[in-house]
């Protein structure tokens, strides 16, 4: 690594920590209900989407009513999606004149992109018109992205209101996201894509003559709006089926990083938008600073992995897998970055990386996306490991643990716990499903310590509602499609429910005063055991599968041995 190389990492880290700030004290303005100044000229059409709408956004609502709302309209986002799949060879704005998208894969695709997740089982430019591209899948790419913001609201005021039965209104929560962050912030990007050669057009696919005399279909499309948002919204789908890895979604070297930039922005922002909106400004910032230290381990890692000269082929650096307009760095710092946020977006294929570097973007993922993660999601993940954390603490010192004024009792542990375990166990049924089954053991492409990883990452994956993938995997079988479906719907709700819930829980609380008991969240004694609990609770549930996969594959290539 040069010093371009290393100056390349301290601006993005440097950045990343910069902007955390301003948007966070955006992020959490717009959820108290108050736009930024220059967004005021807004306010009307919030105004009139609720008339239409017939939505009261003053009314509150309890945890149940909260969830229930919500998963009435992911079922309604769900049911639109897959109708608009199955009939798009009707639609207008198809140029190619693409048909029905089969049964499977459009029920993969729908709960893909409603959960946040964008695992994709397809090829968009060879699978889906402009209009499902665009008023399917880019919709749902800021509606699923708005639900996470609204879901960390509802556990922020959970923590602040004393006494209370209510958690906001939902619907409010989402108007004001998605029209006062996401919108501004995804217009903005798009117009930068743009200019730096992102496609943006309607036309029909253009054809060209090759130097050989061939004839070659260059696909275009809207695509800078939906890389915007897959970006900014942790998404991930990509609009070609290589993802980022395309010259088209990804042009250049600024592009590339401004995109790396995009997938951590906002989720970073949220851990700060959390402490505004909780008051406890000092604890978000050590929050934050254990995701940082998580990420820049795993960083580290990944890239000693990558430099290190490979024991067969003598190189001090491979490039395959990786776009050479690029280079390792660069790689490497956005398969660390989409994995530790459930993005899941890629500018290189993470199987052809060296295995400890693959396994280190599968740890990000197992993590269970509480580093950085999504927005929002990754947010409220944390806190359910932060109660674990402070859990463990009581246990300790033999005292009924508090978080932020408010006592954690046996219902906000338990919730705690399922929150965090429900996506492992999804994981782990997967992995045993793709190996117990003709069907999954048809879909691996090699053999080895390689194909457990393969599998482990596919599910690790649409289970915590990542969606990158192994590119040697054939996931278009009905094992992947419709056991996928599963593990996606079971990553997203079986967070979020649990998380409103402890929300409605500590709503309903008085608050503590601090005691000589207390522990203390705001200094590093708190980051230490948020650290282990994390290495404890989550890393080391997948600790077997991880050693008989990546470790044992890089013991192997050491030894001479490759898959």
Request: include cysteine.
């Amino acid at each position: 690594m040069n010093v371009a190389d290393f100056a390349y990492l301290v601006l993005f880290l440097s950045l990343l920590v910069v902007a955390s700030g301003p948007l966070g004290f955006w992020i959490a303005g717009v959820l108290r209900g108050g736009p930024p100044v220059f967004l005021r000229w807004l306010v009307p059409v919030e105004c009139a989407i609720y008339r239409l709408a017939g939505i009261a956004p003053a009314t509150e609502m309890g945890w149940r009513v909260y969830a229930g709302t919500l998963l009435v309209f992911h079922l309604l986002g769900f049911i639109a999606l897959v109708a608009m799949q199955l009939v798009q060879g009707h639609l207008p704005l198809n140029p190619q004149h693409f048909g029905a998208v089969p049964l499977g894969v459009a029920v993969n695709t729908a709960v893909s992109f409603v959960t946040n997740t964008n695992w994709q089982a397809y090829s968009g430019e060879a699978s889906l018109g402009y209009l499902t591209q665009m008023g399917g899948l880019g919709v749902q790419n800021f509606l699923s992205a708005a639900v996470g913001f609204a879901v960390m609201a509802a556990l922020a005021r959970g923590l602040v209101r004393k006494s209370a039965a209510g958690l906001g209104n939902f619907w409010a929560d989402l108007v004001r996201s998605t029209l006062y962050v996401l919108l501004p912030l995804s217009l903005v990007l798009a117009v930068v894509l743009v200019a730096q050669g992102v496609p943006m057009s309607f036309a029909p696919y253009a054809t060209a003559t090759t130097l050989a005399g061939a004839e070659q279909v260059i696909p275009l499309g809207p695509a800078a709006s939906q890389i915007a948002i897959k970006q900014l919204g942790t998404n991930g789908g990509g609009f070609y089926g290589v993802n980022s890895a395309h010259p088209f979604e990804n042009p250049t070297p600024f592009s590339n990083f401004l995109q790396t930039f995009a997938i951590l922005a906002l989720p970073g922002a949220c851990v700060l938008a959390f402490g505004r909106l909780v008051g406890a400004r000092r604890h978000a910032w050590v929050v934050y600073g254990v995701m940082l230290v998580f990420f820049v381990a795993a960083l580290g890692l990944s890239l000693w992995a990558e430099l290190t000269p490979h024991p067969q082929l003598g190189a001090a650096v491979v490039m395959e897998g990786k776009e050479v307009r690029f280079g390792v760095v660069p790689s490497v710092l956005w398969a660390n970055a989409t994995t530790v946020a459930s993005n899941g977006s890629v500018n290189a294929m993470h199987s052809s990386f060296a295995p400890l570097a693959g396994g280190v973007a599968l740890f990000n993922m197992l993590l269970g996306e509480i580093i950085f993660g999504g927005i929002g999601s990754g947010l409220y993940g944390m806190v359910a490991m932060i109660v674990l954390a402070v859990f463990l603490a009581g246990l300790m010192v033999g005292r009924t643990p508090e978080y932020l004024g408010k006592k954690i009792e046996a219902f906000e542990v338990k919730m705690a716990a399922v929150a965090v375990l429900v996506p492992c166990v999804a994981v782990l049924f997967g992995c045993a499903a793709s190996f117990l089954t003709e069907g999954g053991r048809a879909a691996v492409g090699n053999g080895g310590p390689h194909a457990l990883t393969e599998v482990l990452y596919a599910w690790g994956s649409m289970a915590n509602n990542n969606g990158s993938a192994f590119g040697s995997l054939t996931a278009t079988g009905d094992l992947y499609t419709w056991g996928g479906a599963c593990a996606m719907l079971v990553g997203r709700f079986g967070v979020i429910l649990p998380v409103l819930a402890l929300a409605g829980s500590l709503a309903a609380k008085k608050a503590v005063p601090p005691s000589s008991g207390t522990l203390p969240t705001d200094g590093a004694l708190f980051a230490a055991l948020l650290g282990g609990t994390i290495l404890i609770v989550a890393a080391l549930t997948h600790f077997p599968s991880l050693a008989l996969g990546p470790v044992l594959e890089h013991l192997l290539l050491g030894a001479g041995r490759t898959f």
